[in-house]
């Protein structure tokens, strides 16, 4: 890697198609906002000469601006992909958001990468969402590396942050977290920093000085040498521990000197199993320079260390019907299986779809099958169509460069496919397949919005659509019980962009309304009413009475009617009447105007006409009879509760447990599920939780996740149920 004999020059290249996939390397960038992971692509871009300096883009002799990049990236809501080439291997990196809102995005960059490079920064160190991350990569086995960022901090300091990581990502081996550089400094400017200017290579023992603006390698000095011999020594055991020969350690521990390029290769291997996780530096380049710190060796790193897509397993696939079916792992020649992670719309072309191939080739203007998984409780329509592929693209900034192909390993962007959304699979039109869908975080903070006008009455439906199939992470719901549109969204930021695209992309101005939530109503004790509806205004008149008995019934019994009537009172062709009339009344409710739910009702006696009484006479006298009972019962307003599991660090529990208790949460248990943390389950009213997606994030520090899911509905303390009571009838 970066300590091998030779440094590699950058060289700017066009779109040239890659040919093979042992050429290509896919990395996905992951660290929190602040991080440095945009500043860190632009110095890689510009290390690997795609870009001729910081911010411009080079292409065909022209400069373009670079700025549409570095404005997404500033947001940080979306996954960017940035192509560069390096000696002769094509290097995708997939910069991802920092803030936990925009997670979905961050799982698609997982999904389409092959290897991992934390971004950490040296003022802030590890938090604990990327912690998480870390761990969801640990899960799957995904190679791993670490990069320290912001060494220009004052009172930066390398080795505590590599100690720090060492802790926060090698619970299971300290060892493995080692790194391969140690930075040197400068002279102390007359703020008594001292910038860092170059690194030591650790097993070459040779500087790489960075301080002209390109990286020198030079021969340390002899005052440097004794710096590095105790981490050079740990790391060289931590690679040959990791060594598939069992004879090294024995050799090492004799005294054999290990020859540089056995552990060269003994590490780029254990890199690319997982098993270790080096960690580097990187500052960006200074004005003018062509260089930032710590570039070459990151791209070393990625190319030398990092697995081919040829390594990755073969994705699980089937057919749309769920029959397995076997696909060979990374063959450009096999059956095409490629998949959508990301979806985004173009003011100029429309759709585009970031795509990458697992299998098979993918080729401009052929026709391939599009597979959705469906997502139904999230407003996504299940489809299985034909589309047209348009164009094939590898992007960066404001350039769209065609591309004549892209094989098994690769991402490109295509044109052009209007029903495919994020998670569907591309496939051969005569053998349509089914890649198995990756986990995606449900959003669980509700976002009621309702059409600004009636102009964009007319596009919300097609603007929500659109912004949906863009963002399987949102979902929508139209809420049949409160009449609401709700977008659920995964946290507050989440749903600010949700907005702005609305507003900016779609041309859909909205209001965002309260939540409501999806009270009931229940009798509490038996009670009786008579409904009396006779009228007599000449002619054909009204008329029809009958008598009910109400009384409650357990949880989840619904609605229950019940026919006693003797003697004929009510005449048999007007008893569904009665029925209807009073469950028609019971959807509106009695009390608040919720539903009814959880009673019988019994009807006992009435009386007719044989001109006046008809179906609807009877169908009123019902539900004045339910609104009498009604009357002269208690009526109790019950609310949904929610079974809550919080997952969620050891030192937060006390916290968390806390605070469901304040929000007349009952802890109905906690476990220990390992790694420092619990489980804690709860039941909570709904009412209570509506933001706890956002008060559970900062209460934990961004550490803790938890469900929900529907468990009954009971009735609410007293003197809530009134409050709820008198605003109903102020509305």
């Not at 803030?99 to 971004?119: C, I, Q, S, W």
């Not at 960006?284 to 081919?308: I, N």
């Not at 719309?345 to 998984?373: A, K, M, Q």
Request: charged content about 25%; proline content about 6%.
């Amino acid at each position: 890697m970066g300590d091998k004999a030779n440094a590699h020059p950058g060289a700017a290249g066009r779109a040239t198609a890659a040919d093979h996939p042992a050429s290509v390397r896919n990395v996905v960038l992951v660290g929190h906002s602040g991080s440095g992971k945009t500043t860190l692509v632009e110095a890689l871009a510009l290390t690997a000469g795609a870009v001729n300096r910081a911010g411009r883009v080079e292409d065909g002799g022209t400069v373009s601006d670079y700025d549409e990049i570095e404005h997404r990236q500033q947001r940080s809501v979306q996954l960017s992909l940035v192509p560069v080439d390096w000696d002769g291997y094509k290097i995708n990196i997939l910069d991802t958001p920092g803030y936990a809102d925009f997670v979905g995005e961050l799982r698609a960059g997982l999904r389409a990468a092959d290897a991992a490079l934390f971004v950490v920064s040296a003022s802030d160190g590890v938090d604990g969402s990327t912690r998480m991350v870390w761990e969801e990569c640990a899960a799957v086995g995904m190679p791993r590396a670490i990069v320290i960022t912001h060494l220009e901090a004052a009172r930066a300091d390398f080795e505590e942050m590599t100690r720090i990581c060492a802790e926060a990502f090698g619970a299971d081996d300290p060892d493995a977290v080692l790194p391969l550089y140690l930075p040197l400094r400068g002279e102390e400017g007359p703020d008594g920093h001292a910038p860092v200017t170059g690194l030591i290579g650790l097993l070459s023992q040779r500087l790489f000085d960075y301080s002209s603006g390109e990286r020198k390698e030079a021969e340390p000095g002899p005052e440097q040498l004794p710096l590095i011999e105790e981490a050079r020594n740990r790391l060289i055991e931590g690679i040959i521990a990791e060594s598939e020969d069992e004879t090294l350690m024995d050799r090492y521990l004799g005294g054999e000197e290990i020859d540089l390029k056995t552990l060269v290769q003994d590490l780029e291997r254990a890199v690319a199993r997982g098993t270790f996780f080096p960690v580097l530096a990187a500052a960006p380049a200074s004005d003018g320079a062509r260089q930032g710190l710590g570039t070459v060796e990151l791209l070393e790193l990625v190319t030398g260390g990092f697995p081919t897509p040829l390594e990755r397993e073969a994705p699980t696939v089937t057919t749309p019907a769920g029959e397995a079916r076997e696909v060979k792992a990374c063959d450009p020649n096999g059956p095409l299986v490629a998949e959508v992670v990301k979806t985004a719309s173009d003011p100029y072309v429309g759709r585009v779809s970031l795509v990458r191939v697992f299998s098979g080739t993918l080729r401009p203007d052929e026709t391939v099958h599009v597979s959705g998984h469906g997502l139904t409780d999230r407003g996504h329509e299940d489809h299985d169509v034909d589309e047209r592929v348009g164009a094939l693209s590898r992007p960066f900034g404001k350039q769209q460069r065609a591309l004549t192909h892209c094989i098994a390993g690769d991402l490109a962007c295509v044109a052009k496919l209007n029903r495919a959304e994020t998670g569907d699979t591309l496939s051969a039109k005569d053998t349509p397949l089914l890649m198995e869908p990756w986990q995606m975080p449900d959003p669980l903070l509700p976002l009621a919005i309702q059409a600004h006008s009636k102009a964009d009455e007319d596009k919300l439906s097609q603007g929500l659509g659109r912004l949906v199939a863009e963002d399987p992470t949102m979902r929508l719901e139209q809420n049949q019980n409160t009449h609401q549109v709700v977008l659920w969204c995964l946290g507050e930021a989440h749903a600010d962009v949700a907005l702005e695209r609305l507003r900016n992309r779609y041309g859909v101005q909205v209001d965002v309304v309260p939540y409501k939530v999806s009270l009931r109503e229940t009798f509490a004790g038996r009670s009786a009413g008579r409904g009396r509806h006779v009228k007599q205004s000449g002619g054909h008149g009204q008329y029809a009475i009958c008598e009910i008995e109400v009384e409650p019934l357990p949880n989840g019994s619904g609605i229950e009617f019940v026919d006693k009537v003797v003697g004929g009172a009510v005449p048999r062709q007007f008893i569904p009447s009665v029925e209807k009339g009073v469950r028609t009344q019971a959807a509106k409710g009695v009390a608040a105007g919720y539903p009814l739910i959880d009673v019988r009702i019994t009807l006992l006696d009435g009386k007719a006409h044989s001109v006046d009484s008809s179906d609807a006479a009877f169908q009123t006298a019902g539900a004045l009879a339910l609104r009498e009972a009604a009357a002269e019962a208690k009526i109790h307003l019950l609310e949904p509760v929610a079974e809550v599991t919080v997952l969620v660090g050891d030192d937060y529990v006390g916290a968390v447990m806390s605070d469901l208790s304040g929000r007349r949460g009952r802890v109905v248990g906690t476990e220990q599920t390992g790694g420092g943390r619990t489980l804690v389950r709860a039941e909570v009213p709904e009412i209570e939780i509506g933001r706890y997606a956002v008060d559970l994030r900062s209460l934990s520090h961004g550490t803790a996740r938890f469900n929900r899911s529907y468990a009954r509905h009971e009735p609410m303390p007293p003197q809530i149920a009134e409050r709820i009571r008198e605003q109903a009838q102020d509305a």
